[in-house]
């Protein structure tokens, strides 16, 4: 085979082999591309919510939204004041005990947050979608819990 033969045979199987890379790599981020069922729309689908219960619940939403928002700050502000002691030559020890304790706290308020909305859900429920709330009680930390991390 001449010389000109081969490198273009070379050249022409990576242009191919770019070309399936580029192609197989667009279709796998298409893939994650679609964002889970919001949590929101799984409580409707699952509990069978009517109108006058969903224009009640998404006001119960934005209630619950604020109030973790007020104590995510809280914690926040905490740990600002806890991680400036890390410049301190000698921290205080005992205080620093005190701030995580209070952020200790104030992660316990969050909880109380989040069971009290969910008590609120089924306090919103008819008596017929009990049993529905009953079946979705039961997972509600797995709808709830953060983005779980992509599997490699």
């Not at 001449?2 to 298409?30: P, Q």
């Not at 069978?48 to 619940?57: N, T, V």
């Amino acid at each position: 085979m001449k010389r000109t033969t081969i490198v273009t045979i070379f050249c022409v199987t990576l242009v191919a082999l770019n070309l399936f890379l580029i192609i197989s790599g667009l279709m796998h981020k298409e893939g994650r591309r679609q964002r889970p069922e919001a949590k929101r729309d799984i409580i409707i689908r699952e509990l069978h919510l009517d109108q006058k219960q969903i224009s009640r619940y998404d006001e119960m939403i934005d209630w619950h939204r604020s109030e973790i928002r007020r104590t995510d700050e809280r914690i926040m502000d905490l740990k600002r004041q806890l991680y400036l002691s890390l410049d301190q030559v000698t921290p205080n020890q005992k205080s620093n005990d005190s701030i995580m304790n209070l952020i200790g706290k104030v992660q316990v308020e969050v909880e109380q947050i989040h069971y009290d909305h969910f008590r609120d859900i089924k306090r919103l429920c008819r008596k017929d979608q009990l049993p529905a709330y009953s079946r979705m009680a039961a997972h509600i930390a797995d709808i709830f819990s953060g983005p779980k991390p992509p599997q490699r």
